[in-house]
């Protein structure tokens, strides 16, 4: 629980500015248009959950102004619908990419409106102030926000936005669910966040509340009074005499006397009974989410806040070293790196959030180190040294498990060996935790393929090695770098080059053809694009839209400035850069490997979602993978449309979507991408074909379209994607785990496709004892299996240590078919001692804390609970927002 005593009202001058009311229904909030019964103009629970992290946002930018700019003005936001783009250009700078704090604001609205979908959550009233559970739905909404702050505390940021997630959609609940409004309160309920101000006026067990409505609208059922009561639904608990419903189609409990329902879900009387005042309700909704957040910022800081939600166009650091004796020089490299990144970006706006450190040598791996301190991060690596022996190979990969369970989503991670991995089994594992994270993997290796000499090995190696690091780097959107010790601490400047968010650019072909060059398009939107040569190579050029070319001679050329590095090359070429298409021509030894990136805000954040038809709120079921047999939607945000070439300009415009096989680059399709709502949020939607989803191999994802002056737009997916044979959902207990216990776990298994005969298989990262009930399933076209699982928490466990279980299915009959994963992430909390945050209230919370399905459906946005809130929108809204800001004293 969050400890304190003191109401809202004896906070402060409570400094309330509405600037703005909720803009109309049609301009600002967007409809569920994959629902059977429209709700056009309904404002969602991930309207909510973004618009009040957004003004908490801009609250925080007017009130620490940014260092080496001018301060934001109040004045110049009046009137505007805030946008998270705009808000970072004005705060950070023009181009500031807004990715990962926009992604952040997914994740929290996400795991919101899955609170209405997932089988553990659905139902439970207490989760959705259902059932007249105010007091127990009041303890579960505060523990969730402990829990937040916590998670948040321990750098779990990802388990912290869940938390969030929960938390805001039950506090959202109670305006939608309750007679708050109808009682004709005009602010939000001074008590509901503050655990020991009691909850007073409840309606008991014996008060009836509602009269009969036979009518989908029911304006005048509820009797006169002026107890707080909430809605009945379904049949468990099942209703009593005199009481009211939730109301709406799919309620069962409102056919029963007293008929009708209090439900301010929707704009829609099949939905929500009383939808005349939906409005109301979620204005209210949207203040008390603003206090929620403020809330969180006041226990966080402002810095721990910022990292709650990724406020920063940084990315994070990761790295992880090989230590063995033979490392001296890539340490070494690793340190400069650091050192220079640390020195160069401190106070600013791409200063690096978040650290992460893991050495591994032969047979151990780890610790792992984290921090959000660039001196600790830096006094810790300058701790590390090349020190004995150790054989060829290394538990390389175990060490890069590590790495991505404490690396925030979105970031780069960077490798330094010269050794190939001893884990190699762990391969598909960690191909697939890297596109659950969404995290690119680069391996600096200055082991040659072709080279005999270094350190001692067992036996001969095969020089097939280093096809591990292949494989998860191509599943990452990441590569492998082949140099020598003389040539690594000017390769490992592309670490810092990473860190500065580039994207990269599609090649066509995106593999080097003799004889046939490379093409790509340079709009006007990029800057310093670097072209990057990997490989036995002879000769090459480069030539632009204009046929000025530049050969592979070292130094300054027309086109840019060439430097060469053994078998690896780069060519930074000169800004601004003609727009156009470019051509890269490679003569050379075998395959060498050609990568163009560039800077730009202009990107995209995509995911995948199932249409759901059926129940109250129909929304989309997301995946972070396709499942085969499944109709899929892509679902495409576009961030930095606000960065065009002139402010006077039209935005940008993306009409398809191009995927194409991936490694050789095969067009599998083309899909025409429809807006959803005003063309400034970016936001995208495309039916995948379904050839595509009969597709084992991997694909990427390329964006088609034109900037405002009608020239060509391209853009690539960080990470290709895949067809998963099966659904894996893997979810766990309430709350955190506790050292000394055991704690149940939950395992779905689902085939859409066709009859599957599996073998399951289940890992602990760390090593705890787990035991599963379930280690074969046969399952026919759409069935399903249900398995326990026992996850035993030793007394030795660290308390803010993070656990990931693994759940594996594989195919027993195809070898070919690739394994599907489903990961679970947990915190260890120990007892909490007097002077720290209490313990959260738990009771049997079956929360989304710790519910991540087969790559990461713990994100499910789809809403679809049988009691429902706010119509749960599947995925839009991610940037728009009305400006409120509620100004609070500092506690």
Known sequence: MLPTDEPLSHLGPSLLLLLQLLLAPAAAFFPNIWSLLAAPGSITHQDLTEEAALNVTLQLFLEQPPPGRPPLRLEDFLGRTLLADNLFAAYFGPGSPSRRFRAALGEVSRANAAQDFLPTSRNDPDLHFDAERLGQGRARLVGALGETVVAARALDHSLARQRLGAALH???????????????????????????????????VGDPTCSDCDEWSCPGNLLGFTLLTSGYFGTHPSKPPGKCSHGGHFDQSSSQPPRGGINKDSTSPGFSPHHMLHLQAANLALLASIQAFSL???????????????????????????TTGSMGEEINAAKIQARHIVEQRRGGPMEPTHYVLVPFHDPGFGPVFTTSDPDSFWQQLNEIHALGGGDEPEMCLSALELALLHTPPLSDIFVFTDASP????????????????????????????????????????????????????????????????????????????????????????????????????????????????????????????????????????????????????????????????????VTAKGTPRVRVQARTSLDFLFHFGIPMEDGPHPGLYPLTQPVAGLQTQLLVEVTGLGSRGNPGDPLPHFSHVVLRGVPHGAELGRVPLEPMGPRERGLLAASLPPTLLSTAGPFSLEL???????????????????????????????????????????????????????????????????TSNLSRVRLEQNESAWGCLWLKVPDTAAS????????????????????????????????????????????TDPVLTTTSPAFHLSTLVTPG?????????????????????LGLASW
């Open 296 to 322: 969180l910022r006041s226990r966080l800081g402002d810095r721990g806040f910022s990292r709650l939600l990724d406020i920063t166009p940084a990315s994070s650091l990761s790295f992880v070293l090989d």
């Open 704 to 770: 088609i379209g034109q900037d405002g002056v009608g020239q060509g737009l391209h853009r690539v997916a960080p990470q290709p994607c895949a067809v998963v044979p099966v659904l894996l959902e893997l979810s766990g207990p309430p709350g955190f785990l506790a050292p000394g216990t055991e704690a149940p776990l939950s395992l779905r298994i689902a085939s859409f496709s066709g009859p599957q005969d599996l073998d399951l298989r289940t890992s602990v990262n760390p090593s705890f004892a787990l």
């Open 865 to 885: 609970r049988a009691g429902g809130g706010l119509v749960g929108n599947p995925w839009w809204g991610t940037v728009g927002a009305v400006l409120l800001l």
């Open 800 to 843: 803010d240590s993070v656990v990931m279980v693994t759940v594996t299915a594989m195919n027993r009959e195809a070898s070919t078919v690739p394994p599907t994963h489903a990961f679970l992430r947990l915190l260890v909390r120990g007892p909490t001692p007097q002077d720290q945050l209490p313990a959260p209230v738990h009771s």
């Open 170 to 204: 039950a506090l959202q609940d109670f305006y939608s669910h309750s007679n708050w409004v109808e009682l004709g309160k005009q602010q939000p309920h001074p008590h509901l966040l503050w655990p020991r101000q009691g909850l007073r006026n409840l309606a008991q």
């Open 422 to 585: 001893k884990d190699a089994f762990l391969t598909n594992r960690v191909e697939s935790l890297t596109q659950e994270r969404r995290c690119r993997v680069t391996f600096l290796l200055t082991e040659d393929p072709s080279r005999v000499q270094g350190r001692p090995r067992r036996e001969v190696l095969s020089p097939l090695r280093f096809e591990p690091y292949e494989a998860v780097a191509l599943a990452s959107g990441g590569e492998v770098i082949f140099t020598k010790d003389q040539y690594i601490q000017d390769v490992a400047a592309i670490v810092g080059d990473s860190v500065a968010d580039l994207v990269t650019l599609p090649l066509e072909p995106p593999v080097v053809v003799p004889e046939r060059p490379l093409v790509f398009s340079v709009d006007g939107l990029l800057q310093r694009v670097t072209v990057r040569i990997h490989g036995e190579v002879s000769s090459f050029w480069i030539r632009n839209p204009a046929g000025v070319s530049q050969g592979q001679e070292e130094g300054e050329g027309p086109l840019g400035h060439t430097r060469r590095f053994g078998q690896f090359w780069m060519v930074r070429m000169n800004d601004p850069l003609q727009t156009g298409i470019w051509e890269i021509q």
